[in-house]
Protein backbone atom coordinates (compact mmCIF):
# COMPACT_ATOMS: atom_id res chain seq x y z
CA UNK A 1 0.00 0.00 0.00
CA UNK A 2 1.25 3.27 -0.73
CA UNK A 3 2.09 5.49 2.03
CA UNK A 4 1.17 8.87 0.23
CA UNK A 5 -2.67 10.02 2.22
CA UNK A 6 -4.05 9.97 -1.71
CA UNK A 7 -2.72 6.40 -1.74
CA UNK A 8 -4.27 5.12 1.58
CA UNK A 9 -7.34 6.74 1.38
CA UNK A 10 -7.69 4.81 -1.93
CA UNK A 11 -6.74 1.68 -0.76
CA UNK A 12 -8.69 2.08 2.01
CA UNK A 13 -12.28 3.00 0.23
CA UNK A 14 -11.69 -0.13 -2.06
CA UNK A 15 -10.78 -2.62 0.67
CA UNK A 16 -14.33 -1.59 1.77
CA UNK A 17 -16.38 -1.96 -0.99
CA UNK A 18 -19.45 -4.66 -1.46
CA UNK A 19 -20.03 -4.98 -4.52
CA UNK A 20 -16.72 -3.68 -6.19
CA UNK A 21 -16.26 -1.03 -8.72
CA UNK A 22 -18.01 -1.86 -11.61
CA UNK A 23 -21.19 -2.97 -9.23
CA UNK A 24 -20.26 0.80 -8.00
CA UNK A 25 -20.50 2.49 -11.53
CA UNK A 26 -23.64 0.64 -11.99
CA UNK A 27 -25.63 2.58 -8.93
CA UNK A 28 -23.64 6.12 -9.59
CA UNK A 29 -24.87 5.68 -13.30
CA UNK A 30 -28.55 4.94 -12.10
CA UNK A 31 -28.28 8.03 -9.82
CA UNK A 32 -26.88 10.04 -12.80
CA UNK A 33 -29.28 8.71 -15.46
CA UNK A 34 -32.09 10.55 -13.18
CA UNK A 35 -30.48 13.58 -13.24
CA UNK A 36 -29.52 13.76 -17.09
CA UNK A 37 -32.73 12.72 -17.74
CA UNK A 38 -34.71 15.30 -15.92
CA UNK A 39 -32.48 18.00 -17.59
CA UNK A 40 -34.10 17.47 -21.01
CA UNK A 41 -37.32 15.79 -20.27
CA UNK A 42 -38.88 19.07 -18.23
CA UNK A 43 -38.77 21.11 -21.36
CA UNK A 44 -41.10 19.07 -23.18
CA UNK A 45 -43.48 19.53 -20.92
CA UNK A 46 -43.52 23.31 -20.24
CA UNK A 47 -46.09 24.27 -22.75
CA UNK A 48 -48.35 21.73 -21.07
CA UNK A 49 -47.82 22.82 -17.62
CA UNK A 50 -48.15 26.50 -18.71
CA UNK A 51 -51.31 25.63 -20.03
CA UNK A 52 -52.71 23.53 -17.30
CA UNK A 53 -51.60 25.90 -14.41
CA UNK A 54 -52.48 29.05 -16.80
CA UNK A 55 -48.71 29.91 -15.84
CA UNK A 56 -47.07 33.12 -17.93
CA UNK A 57 -43.22 32.59 -20.00
CA UNK A 58 -41.65 34.08 -17.54
CA UNK A 59 -43.20 31.32 -15.01
CA UNK A 60 -42.16 28.50 -17.50
CA UNK A 61 -38.70 29.85 -17.51
CA UNK A 62 -38.02 29.93 -14.31
CA UNK A 63 -39.04 26.10 -14.12
CA UNK A 64 -35.34 25.73 -15.53
CA UNK A 65 -33.54 28.98 -14.57
CA UNK A 66 -34.09 27.87 -10.68
CA UNK A 67 -33.24 24.48 -11.03
CA UNK A 68 -29.97 25.63 -13.14
CA UNK A 69 -28.98 28.46 -10.25
CA UNK A 70 -29.06 26.22 -7.40
CA UNK A 71 -27.30 23.65 -9.64
CA UNK A 72 -24.29 25.76 -10.52
CA UNK A 73 -23.97 27.84 -6.98
CA UNK A 74 -24.03 24.56 -4.94
CA UNK A 75 -21.87 22.11 -7.42
CA UNK A 76 -18.13 22.79 -5.63
CA UNK A 77 -19.79 23.26 -1.97
CA UNK A 78 -21.78 20.09 -2.53
CA UNK A 79 -18.35 17.96 -3.56
CA UNK A 80 -16.25 19.61 -0.51
CA UNK A 81 -19.34 18.07 1.81
CA UNK A 82 -18.58 14.72 0.04
CA UNK A 83 -14.75 14.59 0.64
CA UNK A 84 -15.23 15.49 4.02
CA UNK A 85 -18.72 13.35 5.09
CA UNK A 86 -18.35 10.94 2.60
CA UNK A 87 -19.66 10.30 -1.18
CA UNK A 88 -21.60 7.78 -0.37
CA UNK A 89 -23.77 10.05 2.65
CA UNK A 90 -23.68 12.75 -0.38
CA UNK A 91 -25.18 10.67 -3.47
CA UNK A 92 -27.46 8.96 -1.33
CA UNK A 93 -29.23 11.87 0.24
CA UNK A 94 -29.13 13.61 -3.32
CA UNK A 95 -31.16 10.64 -4.70
CA UNK A 96 -33.50 10.64 -1.90
CA UNK A 97 -33.65 14.32 -2.08
CA UNK A 98 -33.89 14.42 -5.92
CA UNK A 99 -36.65 11.58 -6.43
CA UNK A 100 -38.69 13.33 -3.52
CA UNK A 101 -38.68 16.80 -4.85
CA UNK A 102 -39.75 15.15 -8.22
CA UNK A 103 -42.67 13.37 -7.02
CA UNK A 104 -44.03 16.73 -4.42
CA UNK A 105 -43.51 18.42 -8.25
CA UNK A 106 -45.77 16.34 -9.51
CA UNK A 107 -48.09 16.42 -7.00
CA UNK A 108 -48.11 20.46 -6.98
CA UNK A 109 -51.33 22.47 -7.99
CA UNK A 110 -49.46 25.82 -8.37
CA UNK A 111 -46.55 27.16 -10.41
CA UNK A 112 -45.00 28.79 -7.35
CA UNK A 113 -44.77 25.23 -6.05
CA UNK A 114 -43.28 23.90 -8.37
CA UNK A 115 -40.65 26.38 -8.87
CA UNK A 116 -39.81 26.24 -5.23
CA UNK A 117 -39.41 22.41 -5.58
CA UNK A 118 -36.66 22.78 -8.71
CA UNK A 119 -34.78 24.92 -6.86
CA UNK A 120 -34.69 22.55 -4.39
CA UNK A 121 -33.77 19.81 -7.10
CA UNK A 122 -31.65 21.50 -8.21
CA UNK A 123 -29.65 21.73 -4.40
CA UNK A 124 -30.17 17.62 -4.17
CA UNK A 125 -28.91 17.55 -7.92
CA UNK A 126 -25.55 19.21 -6.85
CA UNK A 127 -25.16 16.87 -4.13
CA UNK A 128 -25.23 13.85 -6.31
CA UNK A 129 -23.53 14.62 -9.02
CA UNK A 130 -19.78 15.40 -8.02
CA UNK A 131 -20.28 12.65 -5.28
CA UNK A 132 -21.21 9.94 -8.11
CA UNK A 133 -17.50 10.82 -10.23
CA UNK A 134 -15.74 11.10 -6.53
CA UNK A 135 -17.33 7.50 -5.68
CA UNK A 136 -15.69 6.42 -9.26
CA UNK A 137 -12.50 8.26 -8.00
CA UNK A 138 -12.24 5.79 -5.42
CA UNK A 139 -13.79 2.68 -6.50
CA UNK A 140 -11.70 2.24 -9.66
CA UNK A 141 -7.49 1.69 -10.10
CA UNK A 142 -6.05 5.07 -11.93
CA UNK A 143 -5.75 2.80 -14.96
CA UNK A 144 -9.22 1.89 -14.89
CA UNK A 145 -10.62 5.34 -14.21
CA UNK A 146 -10.56 6.42 -18.32
CA UNK A 147 -13.01 3.49 -19.03
CA UNK A 148 -15.35 4.17 -16.36
CA UNK A 149 -15.57 7.56 -16.99
CA UNK A 150 -16.42 6.42 -20.64
CA UNK A 151 -18.94 4.25 -19.84
CA UNK A 152 -20.54 6.59 -17.09
CA UNK A 153 -20.54 9.25 -20.27
CA UNK A 154 -22.25 6.94 -22.36
CA UNK A 155 -25.26 6.90 -19.72
CA UNK A 156 -25.12 10.65 -19.55
CA UNK A 157 -25.41 11.09 -23.37
CA UNK A 158 -28.17 8.18 -23.68
CA UNK A 159 -30.51 9.48 -20.83
CA UNK A 160 -29.99 13.17 -22.12
CA UNK A 161 -31.06 12.13 -25.57
CA UNK A 162 -33.97 10.05 -24.32
CA UNK A 163 -35.18 12.67 -22.67
CA UNK A 164 -37.35 14.40 -25.18
CA UNK A 165 -39.13 11.34 -26.31
CA UNK A 166 -40.20 9.48 -22.75
CA UNK A 167 -41.04 13.12 -22.46
CA UNK A 168 -42.86 13.44 -25.96
CA UNK A 169 -44.57 10.10 -24.70
CA UNK A 170 -45.57 10.90 -21.34
CA UNK A 171 -46.95 14.25 -22.14
CA UNK A 172 -48.78 13.46 -25.35
CA UNK A 173 -50.43 10.23 -23.84
CA UNK A 174 -50.88 10.23 -20.16
CA UNK A 175 -49.75 13.77 -18.40
CA UNK A 176 -47.53 16.36 -17.71
CA UNK A 177 -46.91 15.36 -14.18
CA UNK A 178 -45.48 12.03 -15.28
CA UNK A 179 -42.94 13.81 -16.34
CA UNK A 180 -41.70 14.27 -13.07
CA UNK A 181 -43.31 10.73 -11.63
CA UNK A 182 -41.08 9.23 -13.86
CA UNK A 183 -37.69 9.75 -11.48
CA UNK A 184 -39.63 7.87 -8.29
CA UNK A 185 -38.89 4.48 -9.47
CA UNK A 186 -35.49 5.16 -10.67
CA UNK A 187 -34.22 7.03 -7.81
CA UNK A 188 -35.89 4.35 -6.14
CA UNK A 189 -33.55 1.50 -7.88
CA UNK A 190 -31.06 3.66 -7.34
CA UNK A 191 -31.03 3.91 -3.81
CA UNK A 192 -31.95 0.13 -3.68
CA UNK A 193 -28.56 -0.73 -5.60
CA UNK A 194 -26.79 2.28 -3.29
CA UNK A 195 -26.89 0.92 -0.31
CA UNK A 196 -26.41 -2.78 -1.75
CA UNK A 197 -22.93 -2.41 -3.45
CA UNK A 198 -21.57 0.88 -2.14
CA UNK A 199 -19.30 0.28 0.32
CA UNK A 200 -18.61 1.89 4.01
CA UNK A 201 -19.12 5.89 3.71
CA UNK A 202 -15.64 6.63 3.37
CA UNK A 203 -14.46 10.38 4.61
CA UNK A 204 -11.50 11.62 2.47
CA UNK A 205 -11.24 14.89 4.20
CA UNK A 206 -12.49 13.86 7.84
CA UNK A 207 -10.42 16.90 9.44
CA UNK A 208 -11.46 19.91 8.02
CA UNK A 209 -13.75 22.48 9.24
CA UNK A 210 -16.62 24.17 7.25
CA UNK A 211 -15.38 27.43 5.40
CA UNK A 212 -18.11 29.19 5.96
CA UNK A 213 -17.60 32.60 4.47
CA UNK A 214 -15.68 30.46 1.31
CA UNK A 215 -19.23 29.26 0.84
CA UNK A 216 -21.05 32.25 0.56
CA UNK A 217 -18.53 33.87 -1.28
CA UNK A 218 -18.45 31.72 -4.24
CA UNK A 219 -22.16 31.12 -3.23
CA UNK A 220 -23.04 34.71 -4.23
CA UNK A 221 -20.32 34.80 -7.08
CA UNK A 222 -22.06 31.79 -8.73
CA UNK A 223 -25.29 33.43 -8.56
CA UNK A 224 -24.75 36.71 -10.06
CA UNK A 225 -23.06 34.88 -12.78
CA UNK A 226 -25.38 32.39 -13.65
CA UNK A 227 -28.22 35.03 -13.43
CA UNK A 228 -26.69 37.82 -15.15
CA UNK A 229 -25.86 35.12 -17.86
CA UNK A 230 -29.54 33.77 -17.67
CA UNK A 231 -31.53 37.47 -17.96
CA UNK A 232 -28.51 39.02 -20.02
CA UNK A 233 -31.08 38.25 -23.23
CA UNK A 234 -34.32 40.26 -20.94
CA UNK A 235 -32.45 43.14 -19.24
CA UNK A 236 -29.89 43.26 -22.81
CA UNK A 237 -25.82 42.94 -22.58
CA UNK A 238 -25.51 46.25 -21.80
CA UNK A 239 -27.99 47.12 -19.63
CA UNK A 240 -26.94 48.39 -16.13
CA UNK A 241 -28.63 45.19 -14.39
CA UNK A 242 -26.52 42.87 -15.96
CA UNK A 243 -23.44 44.63 -15.87
CA UNK A 244 -24.26 45.08 -12.64
CA UNK A 245 -24.59 41.07 -11.76
CA UNK A 246 -21.07 40.44 -13.95
CA UNK A 247 -19.36 43.31 -11.71
CA UNK A 248 -20.75 41.54 -8.46
CA UNK A 249 -19.99 38.39 -9.64
CA UNK A 250 -16.05 39.63 -10.25
CA UNK A 251 -16.13 41.51 -7.07
CA UNK A 252 -17.24 38.19 -4.75
CA UNK A 253 -14.73 36.39 -6.79
CA UNK A 254 -11.82 38.00 -6.58
CA UNK A 255 -12.88 38.21 -2.33
CA UNK A 256 -13.55 34.09 -2.74
CA UNK A 257 -9.88 34.00 -4.00
CA UNK A 258 -8.31 36.61 -1.38
CA UNK A 259 -10.11 34.33 1.45
CA UNK A 260 -9.13 30.71 0.01
CA UNK A 261 -5.34 32.22 0.13
CA UNK A 262 -5.39 32.94 3.65
CA UNK A 263 -8.13 29.88 4.97
CA UNK A 264 -7.38 27.13 7.47
CA UNK A 265 -9.53 24.51 5.88
CA UNK A 266 -10.78 26.38 1.96
CA UNK A 267 -13.58 25.23 0.46
CA UNK A 268 -11.84 25.12 -2.59
CA UNK A 269 -7.43 24.72 -2.47
CA UNK A 270 -5.86 26.83 -4.99
CA UNK A 271 -3.14 25.14 -5.28
CA UNK A 272 -5.16 22.38 -7.31
CA UNK A 273 -5.32 25.26 -10.18
CA UNK A 274 -1.46 24.30 -10.32
CA UNK A 275 -1.53 21.81 -12.07
CA UNK A 276 -1.95 22.92 -15.79
CA UNK A 277 -3.66 19.78 -17.35
CA UNK A 278 -6.70 20.22 -14.92
CA UNK A 279 -6.75 23.66 -15.31
CA UNK A 280 -6.73 23.44 -19.23
CA UNK A 281 -9.47 20.65 -18.30
CA UNK A 282 -12.15 22.83 -16.64
CA UNK A 283 -11.58 25.76 -19.40
CA UNK A 284 -12.05 23.17 -22.30
CA UNK A 285 -15.46 22.00 -20.16
CA UNK A 286 -16.68 25.47 -20.53
CA UNK A 287 -15.75 25.67 -24.05
CA UNK A 288 -17.22 22.12 -24.67
CA UNK A 289 -20.44 23.13 -22.76
CA UNK A 290 -20.40 26.02 -24.57
CA UNK A 291 -20.41 24.62 -28.22
CA UNK A 292 -22.69 22.10 -27.82
CA UNK A 293 -25.59 23.43 -25.33
CA UNK A 294 -25.63 26.86 -26.86
CA UNK A 295 -26.03 25.64 -30.66
CA UNK A 296 -27.82 22.65 -29.78
CA UNK A 297 -30.66 24.73 -28.07
CA UNK A 298 -31.51 26.13 -31.55
CA UNK A 299 -31.50 22.78 -33.11
CA UNK A 300 -34.95 21.38 -31.58
CA UNK A 301 -36.45 24.71 -33.02
CA UNK A 302 -34.92 23.86 -36.51
CA UNK A 303 -36.40 20.61 -36.13
CA UNK A 304 -40.03 20.95 -34.55
CA UNK A 305 -40.48 24.45 -36.31
CA UNK A 306 -38.71 24.83 -39.26
CA UNK A 307 -39.94 21.25 -40.37
CA UNK A 308 -42.62 20.75 -38.40
CA UNK A 309 -41.93 17.71 -36.65
CA UNK A 310 -43.26 17.07 -33.26
CA UNK A 311 -41.42 16.53 -30.03
CA UNK A 312 -41.17 12.66 -30.15
CA UNK A 313 -39.83 12.91 -33.73
CA UNK A 314 -37.34 15.62 -32.83
CA UNK A 315 -35.73 13.37 -30.51
CA UNK A 316 -35.54 10.24 -32.79
CA UNK A 317 -33.81 12.39 -35.41
CA UNK A 318 -31.15 13.77 -32.61
CA UNK A 319 -30.86 9.65 -32.05
CA UNK A 320 -27.67 9.96 -34.37
CA UNK A 321 -25.89 12.22 -32.17
CA UNK A 322 -26.97 10.21 -28.87
CA UNK A 323 -25.22 7.05 -31.01
CA UNK A 324 -22.16 8.86 -31.00
CA UNK A 325 -21.77 9.75 -27.53
CA UNK A 326 -23.12 6.13 -26.36
CA UNK A 327 -20.59 4.44 -28.50
CA UNK A 328 -17.66 6.65 -28.36
CA UNK A 329 -17.53 7.58 -24.64
CA UNK A 330 -16.45 3.69 -23.21
CA UNK A 331 -14.19 4.05 -26.32
CA UNK A 332 -12.62 6.99 -25.60
CA UNK A 333 -12.17 5.97 -21.82
CA UNK A 334 -10.25 3.69 -23.26
CA UNK A 335 -7.88 4.85 -26.04
CA UNK A 336 -7.20 7.72 -23.36
CA UNK A 337 -6.02 5.26 -20.62
CA UNK A 338 -3.55 4.02 -23.39
CA UNK A 339 -2.17 6.80 -25.02
CA UNK A 340 -2.99 9.67 -22.19
CA UNK A 341 -5.60 12.29 -22.98
CA UNK A 342 -3.88 15.10 -25.35
CA UNK A 343 -4.14 13.33 -28.60
CA UNK A 344 -8.06 12.28 -28.32
CA UNK A 345 -9.12 15.05 -27.09
CA UNK A 346 -7.90 17.17 -29.12
CA UNK A 347 -8.96 15.30 -32.06
CA UNK A 348 -12.67 14.96 -30.34
CA UNK A 349 -12.30 18.76 -30.34
CA UNK A 350 -11.15 19.00 -33.82
CA UNK A 351 -14.39 16.42 -35.04
CA UNK A 352 -16.83 19.18 -33.10
CA UNK A 353 -15.59 21.87 -34.82
CA UNK A 354 -16.33 19.66 -38.32
CA UNK A 355 -19.70 18.92 -37.37
CA UNK A 356 -20.24 22.71 -36.19
CA UNK A 357 -19.27 23.91 -39.57
CA UNK A 358 -21.33 21.28 -41.15
CA UNK A 359 -24.26 22.06 -39.13
CA UNK A 360 -23.48 25.76 -40.14
CA UNK A 361 -24.52 25.06 -43.61
CA UNK A 362 -27.61 23.50 -43.31
CA UNK A 363 -30.12 24.44 -46.17
CA UNK A 364 -34.00 24.63 -45.12
CA UNK A 365 -35.03 21.76 -45.86
CA UNK A 366 -31.99 19.57 -45.17
CA UNK A 367 -32.49 15.89 -45.25
CA UNK A 368 -32.43 13.24 -42.32
CA UNK A 369 -29.42 12.17 -44.27
CA UNK A 370 -27.97 15.13 -43.92
CA UNK A 371 -28.20 15.89 -40.25
CA UNK A 372 -27.06 12.36 -39.23
CA UNK A 373 -24.11 12.73 -40.76
CA UNK A 374 -23.17 15.88 -38.70
CA UNK A 375 -24.79 14.80 -35.80
CA UNK A 376 -23.00 11.46 -35.67
CA UNK A 377 -19.85 13.45 -36.49
CA UNK A 378 -20.59 15.99 -33.44
CA UNK A 379 -21.71 12.97 -30.96
CA UNK A 380 -18.53 10.84 -31.69
CA UNK A 381 -16.29 14.49 -30.86
CA UNK A 382 -18.06 15.32 -27.99
CA UNK A 383 -18.07 11.98 -26.19
CA UNK A 384 -14.35 12.25 -26.45
CA UNK A 385 -13.74 16.10 -24.93
CA UNK A 386 -16.71 14.97 -22.42
CA UNK A 387 -14.45 12.04 -21.00
CA UNK A 388 -11.11 13.60 -21.71
CA UNK A 389 -11.81 16.35 -19.71
CA UNK A 390 -13.98 15.05 -16.76
CA UNK A 391 -10.70 12.48 -16.49
CA UNK A 392 -7.93 15.54 -16.68
CA UNK A 393 -9.82 16.98 -13.89
CA UNK A 394 -10.83 14.34 -11.68
CA UNK A 395 -7.44 12.33 -12.18
CA UNK A 396 -5.43 15.17 -11.51
CA UNK A 397 -6.71 16.01 -8.23
CA UNK A 398 -5.49 14.14 -5.13
CA UNK A 399 -8.18 11.51 -3.99
CA UNK A 400 -9.02 13.69 -0.94
CA UNK A 401 -10.12 16.69 -3.19
CA UNK A 402 -11.74 14.04 -5.83
CA UNK A 403 -15.39 16.00 -4.66
CA UNK A 404 -14.12 19.54 -5.02
CA UNK A 405 -12.93 18.47 -8.36
CA UNK A 406 -15.77 16.73 -9.72
CA UNK A 407 -17.77 19.73 -8.25
CA UNK A 408 -15.65 21.99 -10.57
CA UNK A 409 -16.38 19.73 -13.76
CA UNK A 410 -20.17 20.21 -13.03
CA UNK A 411 -20.00 23.57 -12.38
CA UNK A 412 -17.90 24.75 -15.51
CA UNK A 413 -20.20 22.81 -17.83
CA UNK A 414 -23.16 24.39 -15.97
CA UNK A 415 -21.08 27.85 -16.77
CA UNK A 416 -20.24 26.94 -20.08
CA UNK A 417 -23.95 26.05 -20.97
CA UNK A 418 -25.47 29.10 -19.95
CA UNK A 419 -23.03 30.92 -21.54
CA UNK A 420 -23.39 29.10 -24.68
CA UNK A 421 -26.80 29.46 -24.48
CA UNK A 422 -26.98 33.44 -24.07
CA UNK A 423 -23.95 34.29 -26.10
CA UNK A 424 -25.09 32.37 -29.48
CA UNK A 425 -28.50 33.36 -28.58
CA UNK A 426 -27.80 37.29 -28.69
CA UNK A 427 -25.84 36.12 -31.66
CA UNK A 428 -28.45 34.91 -33.13
CA UNK A 429 -31.05 37.60 -32.52
CA UNK A 430 -28.92 40.17 -33.54
CA UNK A 431 -28.23 38.02 -36.83
CA UNK A 432 -31.90 38.00 -37.44
CA UNK A 433 -32.54 41.58 -37.08
CA UNK A 434 -30.19 42.58 -39.40
CA UNK A 435 -31.59 39.95 -42.32
CA UNK A 436 -35.20 40.18 -41.46
CA UNK A 437 -36.35 42.86 -43.64
CA UNK A 438 -34.36 41.74 -46.69
CA UNK A 439 -35.84 38.32 -47.15
CA UNK A 440 -39.35 39.80 -46.15
CA UNK A 441 -39.28 42.16 -49.19
CA UNK A 442 -37.43 39.15 -51.35
CA UNK A 443 -41.22 37.53 -50.57
CA UNK A 444 -42.45 40.95 -52.13
CA UNK A 445 -44.19 41.61 -48.52
CA UNK A 446 -44.19 45.48 -47.33
CA UNK A 447 -41.16 46.65 -45.52
CA UNK A 448 -40.43 46.56 -42.02
CA UNK A 449 -40.01 49.63 -39.89
CA UNK A 450 -37.16 49.67 -37.38
CA UNK A 451 -39.81 49.32 -34.40
CA UNK A 452 -41.43 46.18 -36.29
CA UNK A 453 -37.97 44.36 -36.54
CA UNK A 454 -37.30 44.65 -32.79
CA UNK A 455 -40.43 44.11 -32.24
CA UNK A 456 -40.28 40.58 -34.54
CA UNK A 457 -36.99 39.31 -34.24
CA UNK A 458 -37.10 37.38 -30.89
CA UNK A 459 -40.01 35.68 -32.16
CA UNK A 460 -38.01 34.13 -35.10
CA UNK A 461 -34.99 33.96 -33.38
CA UNK A 462 -37.12 31.28 -31.28
CA UNK A 463 -38.38 29.61 -34.55
CA UNK A 464 -41.79 31.44 -34.50
CA UNK A 465 -43.52 33.21 -37.63
CA UNK A 466 -45.04 36.63 -36.37
CA UNK A 467 -48.29 35.77 -38.09
CA UNK A 468 -50.94 38.23 -37.05
CA UNK A 469 -54.18 36.70 -36.45
CA UNK A 470 -56.92 36.46 -39.78
CA UNK A 471 -53.97 36.89 -42.25
CA UNK A 472 -54.57 35.11 -45.90
CA UNK A 473 -53.39 32.10 -46.33
CA UNK A 474 -51.07 32.75 -49.19
CA UNK A 475 -49.66 36.03 -47.40
CA UNK A 476 -49.09 34.05 -43.87
CA UNK A 477 -46.97 31.46 -46.04
CA UNK A 478 -44.95 34.31 -47.51
CA UNK A 479 -44.35 35.64 -43.69
CA UNK A 480 -43.04 32.01 -42.77
CA UNK A 481 -41.07 31.29 -45.40
CA UNK A 482 -39.22 34.88 -44.77
CA UNK A 483 -39.18 34.48 -40.73
CA UNK A 484 -37.68 30.85 -41.60
CA UNK A 485 -34.96 32.04 -43.57
CA UNK A 486 -33.84 34.46 -41.50
CA UNK A 487 -33.60 31.88 -38.59
CA UNK A 488 -32.03 29.88 -40.83
CA UNK A 489 -29.32 32.65 -41.21
CA UNK A 490 -29.05 33.13 -37.40
CA UNK A 491 -28.61 29.86 -37.09
CA UNK A 492 -25.41 29.13 -39.50
CA UNK A 493 -24.14 32.59 -37.56
CA UNK A 494 -24.11 30.83 -34.94
CA UNK A 495 -22.83 27.32 -35.38
CA UNK A 496 -19.93 29.13 -37.20
CA UNK A 497 -19.41 30.85 -33.67
CA UNK A 498 -19.40 27.15 -32.21
CA UNK A 499 -17.12 26.25 -34.61
CA UNK A 500 -14.52 28.88 -34.17
CA UNK A 501 -14.90 28.08 -30.01
CA UNK A 502 -14.05 24.62 -30.84
CA UNK A 503 -11.02 25.18 -32.61
CA UNK A 504 -9.85 27.57 -29.95
CA UNK A 505 -10.41 24.80 -27.65
CA UNK A 506 -8.07 22.23 -30.00
CA UNK A 507 -5.32 24.47 -29.39
CA UNK A 508 -5.71 24.60 -25.56
CA UNK A 509 -5.87 20.74 -25.47
CA UNK A 510 -2.47 20.09 -27.28
CA UNK A 511 -1.28 21.77 -24.04
CA UNK A 512 -2.55 18.80 -21.41
CA UNK A 513 -0.20 16.27 -20.16
CA UNK A 514 -1.37 12.85 -19.02
CA UNK A 515 -2.94 12.92 -15.64
CA UNK A 516 -0.36 12.02 -12.75
CA UNK A 517 0.03 8.70 -11.10
CA UNK A 518 -2.73 8.08 -8.14
CA UNK A 519 0.38 6.89 -5.89
CA UNK A 520 2.21 9.68 -6.19
CA UNK A 521 -0.32 12.44 -6.28
CA UNK A 522 0.69 14.90 -3.25
CA UNK A 523 -1.58 16.82 -1.24
CA UNK A 524 -2.30 19.68 -2.79
CA UNK A 525 -1.04 22.82 -0.90
CA UNK A 526 -2.71 26.04 -0.25
CA UNK A 527 -2.14 28.70 -2.71
Given at each position: ???????????????????????????????????????????????????????????LQWITNGYLLALAVFLVTAGKLGDRFGHKSMFLVGVVGFAASSGIIGLSGSIGLIIAFRVLQGVFGALLQPAALGLLREA????????????WGAAIGLSTAAGPIVGGLLVEHVNWQWVFFVNLPVGALALILGLLVLGRNHRVDRGSRAD???????????????????????????????????????????????????????????????????????????L??????????????????????????????LLPMT?????????????????????????????????????SRLPIDASAGLTSLWFVILGLGLSVVMVGA???????????????????????????????????????????????????TDQHLPALTPAQVDAAKSAVAGGVAPVPPGTKEEIAALITK????????????????????????????????????????????HA
Open positions: MSTTAAGTAIATARSTGRGGPWATLVAVALGVIMVALDGTIVAIANPAIGKSLHASLSDFPRERLNIAIGIIPGIALLSVAMFALVFGVIKASDFGWGNWRTIGLFAGAAVFAVLFILRERSAADPLLPLGLFRSRSLSIGTVLMVMAFAMFGSLFFVTFYLQLVHGLSPVQSGVRAGMVVGSPIAGALIGRIGPRGPIATGMAAVAIAMFGLTEVIVGNAPVQLSGVASGVQQAAMQVGGALGTAVLGAVMTARVGSVLNGHWASNLSFLDGMHLAFTVAAVVAVVAVGLSLMIRRSRNESSAPAVP
